[in-house]
């Protein structure tokens, strides 16, 4: 069984950084692209970023371009987001997913990751 967890959420003021970490369970992590997706109270999910299984190619949302970073270490079954110059608009909880089947090239569609994290609540304030 597949575990995510994630961890870095927090409060931050407008401008300010985060860095989210999602550490994977299991022997095959390398194998699989990754996805950051979020939820803002009384909104739908949303994509944010998305990074393939060698980490050579990524994916990011409009919104987040050039502001965040997606990151991965196969070493340590991690993937991180680093969030720069964030804005209040940013306030969301922050899940991880993983792509179900290996080897495939990034993608912004949820349905394709078919493991979740819990989520990590990320507040920007003003």
């Known amino acids: 069984q597949v575990q995510l967890v994630e961890s870095g959420g927090g409060l931050v003021q407008a401008g300010g950084s985060l860095r989210l970490s999602c550490a994977a369970s299991?022997?095959?992590?390398?194998?699989?692209?990754m996805g950051w997706f979020r939820r803002a109270p009384g909104r739908e999910r949303e994509f944010v970023a998305a990074?393939?299984?060698?980490?050579?190619?990524?994916r990011y949302a409009d919104s987040v371009k050039g502001r965040f970073t997606i990151s991965r270490d196969n070493d340590k079954n991690t993937v991180y987001l680093q969030m720069n110059s964030l804005k209040p608009e940013d306030t969301a909880v922050y899940y991880c997913?993983?792509?179900?089947?290996?080897?495939?090239?990034?993608?912004?569609?949820?349905?394709?990751?078919?493991?979740w994290g819990q989520g990590t609540q990320v507040t920007v304030s003003s």
């Open positions: 299991g022997r095959t992590f390398s194998s699989y692209s």
């Open positions: 997913a993983r792509d179900q089947n290996r080897w495939r090239t990034v993608s912004s569609i949820a349905a394709i990751y078919g493991y």
């Open positions: 990074i393939n299984w060698s980490g050579g190619s990524t």
